[in-house]
């Protein structure tokens, strides 16, 4: 007997067609993404403090090897991939970032997702800061919790949605979800207004310190570093930005350490992170101890850039991360295309990644650049925006 398969076909045909009318839309608004190779002076990576090709790290991974560490986990935690580096690399991230426990995951979008798609309950109530990252809204999209932004680094309006949730009968427990600094903006948060609200609500703090992580605070420590181990406290710590390596730790206190292992899907059902990665990411610890001069260089840096930026009207730059909002989509592709023809790395943001009407270049310093190096970008980019 034979069996039809044209409606099938048709369907799938149709399906396909439907893609390829979204990749078009996208194109004709210039928000097209692709993906491209490396090229040109870096002013496009999150490698803050040039540890990406570390020797340090590179010897670690060796030694690692020889002492029979695995390239490959074998399956996820809770089955055969839990592996004592990745036991060690939490214990001695818990001490150096001073929390009671740390959980290691194989991504900081797996670790957002997790984190506000299992810890808050149905009762509970989320206030985010209006651009905290996609992860996070993936977790809270995914979660039980109702969720309401706030404006940006804006206490005010976090206190007044804690407080009109519980006037309207809110029984549960608020919680707050910010970066330290942000990935777009390069602002920082006011994390002790923050906490002063965490405490007069009793809510928790779930802290992104992605791109704090290395290179702010004491040791690297991050803005967080004078909350850390509070029991209202959780902070995320990506591995793949300043420390050059891949992965994401919370840092917490130990139950909802526990908790996670429990309950938080993307890391249960995920392939454990490679064990000789885990090797890396605790010297790239090590290396924050024992070389200061890297966040002081990088300080430097970003002295430098404020001098040049500040004669066309950017800044004021107070972190690696300087926005050059241009606004309009297909200008600031145009923008990043000359840049990277004349030999500079920098890329091109657009919305959803950024509000509307924001489009911005966003020009990351990094100890993989000089001084020298920026002054020459600031050289190109006056005769491309002004």
Not at 214 to 240: K, M, Q
Not at 264 to 276: E, Q, Y
Request: charge should be neutral.
């Amino acid at each position: 007997m034979t069996v039809s398969t044209g409606p099938v076909i048709r369907a799938s045909l149709l399906s396909l067609d439907t893609l390829a009318e979204d990749l078009a839309s996208l194109d004709r608004r210039g928000r097209a993404r692709r993906l491209s190779g490396r090229a040109g002076i870096d002013f496009a990576s999150n490698d803050y403090l040039g540890l990406a090709r570390s020797p340090r790290i590179g010897r670690a991974i060796r030694n690692a090897i020889e002492r029979g560490v695995p390239a490959g986990s074998g399956g996820s935690r809770l089955l055969r991939g839990n592996d004592p580096e990745h036991e060690a690399l939490e214990a001695e991230a818990a001490a150096y970032f001073g929390s009671e426990a740390a959980l290691y995951f194989p991504t900081g979008y797996a670790a957002n997702a997790a984190l506000l798609s299992t810890l808050p309950g149905r009762e509970d109530l989320i206030v985010h800061d209006s651009l905290v990252h996609a992860s996070a809204h993936e977790g809270m999209r995914l979660g039980r919790a109702r969720s309401i932004a706030a404006g940006h680094n804006d206490p005010t309006q976090v206190e007044h949605a804690i407080a009109r949730w519980r006037a309207s009968g809110g029984t549960g427990r608020p919680w707050i979800a910010v970066e330290s600094l942000y990935s777009m903006d390069g602002d920082h948060a006011p994390l002790h207004d923050l906490a002063i609200v965490a405490g007069r609500y009793d809510a928790m703090m779930v802290i992104d310190e992605a791109h704090a992580t290395g290179v702010i605070g004491p040791g690297g420590r991050g803005l967080a570093a004078g909350i850390e181990g509070r029991p209202d406290v959780i902070t995320l710590r990506t591995c793949g930005k300043a420390l050059g390596c891949e992965g994401a730790l919370v840092c917490g206190p130990r139950l909802v350490r526990e908790y996670l292992i429990n309950r938080g899907r993307s890391f249960i059902f995920s392939t454990a992170p490679s064990p000789l990665m885990a090797s890396a990411v605790r010297e790239s610890l090590r290396i924050l101890a024992d070389e200061p001069e890297r966040r002081e260089t990088l300080a430097a840096l970003v002295a430098a850039a404020g001098h040049a930026f500040a004669p066309l009207g950017i800044g004021p730059v107070t972190s690696q991360i300087v926005p050059v909002v241009i606004g309009d989509d297909a200008r600031t592709m145009r923008i990043a295309g000359a840049l990277q023809a004349a030999g500079f790395d920098v890329r091109g943001i657009r919305p959803p990644s950024v509000p509307e009407g924001t489009a911005r270049l966003r020009v990351s310093l990094t100890l993989n650049v000089t001084a020298a190096d920026i002054g020459r970008l600031a050289a190109a980019l006056e005769t491309l925006i002004t």
